[in-house]
Structures are given as C-alpha cells and as structure tokens.
Nanobody, 130 residues
Framework: EVQLVESGGGLVQAGGSLRLSCAAS????????IGWFRQVPGKEREGVSC????????YYADSVKGRFTMSSDNVKNTVYLQMNSLKAEDTAVYYC???????????????????????WGQGTQVTVSS
C-alpha cells in the first residue's frame, strides 16, 4: 500500500522557518517524482516544488525560489521542504504527492497537470502570522 505522510506544519511568525517532511512507503522511491503542493480554501492547488528522484533535478515555483529548498533522503524514503523567510501568503495546507516510476526522470514536474502524481498525502497546515 502506498502511503505519503506529511509532518512539520505549524504556526510561525513571518520571517521564520519550518521544515516539512514527507515519509513515503509502498513504492520504489528513488525512481519516482515527488512534489510539494499547497492549497488555500477557494483557490486551486498550487505546485511549490518537485524533484525527480532518479536524477535529483529539482524545480521551484517563482513565488518560493530562494526561500524554499527541497531535499530527499533515499535511505529514509523521505523528502523535506525547508521553508525560510516565510510570508503570510505562504499560509496554506501543504501536500506531498508522488508519481512514477520514471526511471529517466519526468523532467519539469511543476506543470499545470496533476496527472503525473498518482498518490497524495493528507496534508499539513502551515500558518504564517504577519
């Protein structure tokens, strides 16, 4: 059974940092693409960052470039999203998602289609107070 379990959300002041974790199980982690998405009520789910685990290529939304860093621990089957310099507009429920296998990588993985992502976690709330 595929499982993605996010953790690390919480309440933080603007300018602060949080690190989200996504623990994965039930699939061959190192040939999957893993993405972080976020959603606020009434808005579309937004791609934040994604990584092709097969080659380590990583992509970021313009809104988080330079502030967020995605990393992967293929031994622990866990991906992380380090979020620094948080802003009130980063407030959202953050989801991790996985798709594959893509042994040669998917390439750019933050396109508008969610089709590459078959599996989704339950989400973790991030609230940034201004």
């Amino acid at each position: 059974e595929v499982q993605l379990v996010e953790s690390g959300g919480g309440l933080v002041q603007a300018g602060g940092s949080l690190r989200l974790s996504c623990a994965a199980s039930g699939f061959t982690f190192d040939v999957y693409v893993i993405g972080w998405f976020r959603q606020v009520p009434g808005k579309e789910r937004e791609g934040v960052s994604c990584m092709n685990n097969s080659d380590g290529s990583t992509y970021y939304a313009d809104s988080v470039k330079g502030r967020f860093t995605m990393s992967s621990d293929n031994v622990k089957n866990t991906v992380y999203l380090q979020m620094n310099s948080l802003k009130a507009e980063d407030t959202a429920v953050y989801y991790c998602a996985a798709g594959g296998p893509y042994e040669d990588g998917l390439g750019y993985c933050l396109g508008p289609s969610r089709a590459p992502y078959e599996y989704w976690g339950q989400g973790t709330q991030v609230t940034v107070s201004s």
